[in-house]
């Protein structure tokens, strides 16, 4: 079992729709859950942390996070092309000072 | 407030070879960790520096080394290039211990 799991993708969806992003993660003592957009050839942008239970709102990007079924997410309200980019879950453990393990990413794909 | 600084930006080697990289941390960012990107393998953790020292690493061979300086910028080595390092190597700059993690540009290291 990987210690961070997403769906590669890609997630097609239309402009102006809700995009939805998932990640799950295996140890249950992390403690801080970040989102990372990747445009090809670019490095990772940090867009969203997440820290607590509950959702996490910025702009038209909002964060869930449900530590009982170790469970991250990311909606992207009102998708536009230029969200097309590979998403990045990244948890940092309980233990490992800043190290972060990152999914593999879901690559995101919004059409016109 | 600049960013993460990484130098150089693109680099070729034989195989063999050794090669240093340099990142440069936002001002007062006194964490530096090291990543590799591959196509196959993702983002995998390299190391951590914090306060010159090596905090935590990674599963790589010796051959990956790195030095934080008093200033807080960071080197990273690797020596007798494989053709497997080719990836994209990361500097991701870390105020404190549950906080934010952002990444220089990047090098891009091509083995031939």
């Known amino acids: 079992q990987k210690e961070v799991e997403q769906n590669s993708g890609p997630l097609s969806v239309p402009e102006g729709a809700i995009a939805s992003l998932n990640c799950t993660y295996s140890?249950?003592?992390?403690?801080?859950f970040f989102w990372y957009r990747q445009y090809s050839g670019k490095s990772p942008e940090l867009i969203m942390s997440i820290y607590s239970n509950g959702d996490k709102e910025d702009g038209r990007f909002t964060a869930q996070l449900n530590k009982a079924s170790q469970y991250v997410s990311l909606l992207i309200r009102d998708s536009q092309p230029s969200d097309s980019a590979t998403y990045l879950c990244?948890?940092?453990?309980?233990?490992?000072?800043?190290?972060?393990?990152f999914g593999t990413g879901t690559r995101l794909l919004v059409s016109p | 407030k600049a960013g993460v600084t990484q130098t150089p930006r693109y680099l070729i080697k034989t195989r063999g070879q050794q090669v240093t990289l340099s990142c440069s941390p936002i001002s007062g960012h006194r964490s530096v960790s090291w990543y590799q990107q591959t196509p196959g393998q993702g983002l995998q953790f390299l190391f951590e520096?914090?306060?010159?020292?090596?905090?935590n690493k990674g599963n790589f061979p010796g051959r990956f080394s790195g030095r934080q300086f008093s200033n807080s910028r960071s080197e990273m080595n690797v020596s007798t290039l494989e053709l497997g390092d080719s990836a994209l190597y990361l500097c991701?700059?870390?105020?404190?211990?549950?906080?934010?993690?952002?990444f220089g540009q990047g090098t891009r290291l091509t083995v031939v």
């Open positions: 990244a948890v940092k453990k309980s233990t490992g000072f800043q190290k972060l393990v």
């Open positions: 520096y914090f306060s010159e020292t090596q905090r």
């Open positions: 991701a700059s870390t105020f404190g211990v549950n906080t934010e993690a952002f």
């Open positions: 140890d249950r003592g992390s403690q801080s």
